[in-house]
């Protein structure tokens, strides 16, 4: 079985090896983003309150986003460093990596249980809340926040099954989920009336069947790397590589969070509700959007992780340039599709006129500088999947922290149409962060691979 694995990641042809382990990557990424799409379009139909109910449900982004933010802390801050270590031959390192991150995860999950559930009607408020939308937005968190350690565990662990070229696996722990998450919704909702307690709950649910099913993969035969408890134990030495390395994707996904309460703020200043629920729709759009760009980083990440470990550096380079142009095309397609059509994407999540053309219109502004994205993407993962820890921390601050949160503010200053500049923000930080990572890339990724040819040479 190991040197099946290895035949897998280390000899394959890296083209076919991409589409077998970043097809299935996609569509778990897709699957995954029905766990709160379908929330919103559920609940922006529920029958005169959905758009007021669908702007309290997007109040909870920030929290939900950060949640996740800390799987994705341990979850791939881990897998590259286990990835990696396998390459180098190293099994049993890599099965220390999994159980030190595995007690972290649960660690994390009763503590951001314990802090959001006590804090969080004045962190929503904060968030841009009204008198209207609070009730929604507590009723769907409180029970959302029940389920923390279930999102931990699915989001958290599941890199570790795609790093051993599993992908199929990977992609049915969110597919079992989904799944469950679909058919329970419109009976919650619905059925028996719940509204957004019930897609809460129906939620949570489906998280902690992918939960078990993550764990059980790990515990079982057909895993490489398995989950033992004489590693349940946090070693610094081995957790603060694991931190430092995900520190990157945490930002990425905890600074959405930051924008969103900027966002959120700003709009329900200048734009009140309406402007705010359009937002919300806007979000929900971009997360779909980003699906494929994540799957195809992930699907392209073991690949990378495992040659450079191996010193297959030829084969890392392959499978960059294979990603770049890949995510650039999509990224480019996906941009056309919503300038000429954006009323489908806004159609989804409510049919209420005045929240529809406004969205419209909104949708545009915010989405001008997605045909950038695939360079700033793909190019930041490949910094995380070569274990680069500071570049890729640094150039996960830039587009979101270091350039678009301070736009939202700025912007406003300057502009007559205060919600127009707030949602001009976006494209701007896109844009600019992207030509900034591309051109770092450009100097900094082949010196990386000559460093590690050289110490090839000198072992």
């Known amino acids: 079985m190991a040197k099946k694995q290895t035949n897998d990641l280390g000899k394959d042809p890296v083209g ?3 589409v077998r382990l970043a097809l299935p990557a996609i569509t778990a990424q897709l699957i995954n983003a029905l766990y709160n799409i379908v929330d919103r379009i559920y609940i922006g139909h529920i029958e005169g309150e959905g758009d007021v109910a669908l702007t309290g449900l997007g109040i909870t982004f920030p929290i939900i986003m950060l949640i996740s933010a800390f799987s994705a802390l341990i979850g791939m801050g881990g897998s590259p460093r286990a990835s990696i270590r396998m390459g180098e031959g190293h099994r049993e390192g890599a099965e220390q990596i999994l159980g030190n991150c595995f007690v972290s995860l649960i660690a994390i999950s009763v503590c951001l249980t314990a802090v959001f559930l006590a804090t969080q009607e004045p962190l929503l408020m ?7 939308t609070l009730p929604y937005a507590t009723d769907y968190l409180t029970i959302y926040l029940c389920g923390t350690i279930f999102v931990q565990m699915a989001l958290g662990l599941n890199p570790f099954i795609t790093i051993q070229g599993y992908a199929t696996t990977s992609m049915l722990t969110v597919f079992i989920g989904a799944v469950i998450n679909i058919a329970l919704d419109p009976l919650f909702i619905f059925g028996f009336g719940m509204g957004v307690k019930g897609a809460a709950l129906a939620t949570i649910l489906a998280q902690a069947v992918s939960a078990v ?3 059980m993969f790990l515990m079982g035969k057909k895993t490489q790397l398995h989950l033992r408890p004489k590693y349940f134990r946090f070693d610094r030495t081995i957790m603060l590589p694991v931190l430092a390395l995900g520190l990157s994707p945490f930002i990425m996904q905890s600074t959405e969070s930051a924008v969103n309460i900027a966002l959120n703020s700003s709009l329900q200043r200048y734009g009140g509700d309406l402007a705010v629920g359009g937002m919300t729709i806007c979000s929900s759009v971009m997360q779909v959007i980003f699906m494929p760009l994540q799957g195809l980083t992930q699907g392209a990440q073991p690949i990378i ?5 191996a010193n297959q550096l030829d084969r890392v380079r392959k499978t960059f340039k294979l990603l770049f142009a890949t995510a650039l095309t999509v990224t480019v397609l996906i941009w056309i599709f919503v300038q000429v059509f954006p009323e ?4 989804l999540f409510n049919d209420k006129p005045e929240l529809t053309s406004f969205t419209v219109w909104a949708l ?18 490949t910094f995380v999947a070569l274990g680069q820890a500071k570049v890729s921390l640094f150039l996960a601050l830039l587009r979101k922290v270091i350039l678009l949160i301070p736009l939202v503010f700025i912007l406003p200053l300057f502009l007559a149409d205060k919600v127009f500049a707030v949602y001009l923000a976006e494209p701007i930080a896109d844009i600019i962060a992207a030509t900034c990572t591309g051109t770092v890339f450009l100097f900094r990724f082949r010196k990386i691979l000559h460093d590690r040819e050289m110490e090839g040479v000198h072992d």
Not at 305 to 309: A, C, E, M, Q, V
Not at 344 to 347: E, T, W
Not at 371 to 380: A, H, L, N
């Open 213 to 215: 099913w993550v764990v």
């Open 16 to 18: 076919k090896l991409l």
């Open 305 to 309: 992780s495992f040659n450079y470990g």
């Open 344 to 347: 489908p994407f806004v159609a």
């Open 126 to 132: 904060m968030f841009g809340a009204s008198e209207r």
């Open 364 to 381: 545009r502004i915010y989405m001008a500088g997605i045909f950038m994205v695939g360079i700033q993407t793909s190019c930041q993962q």
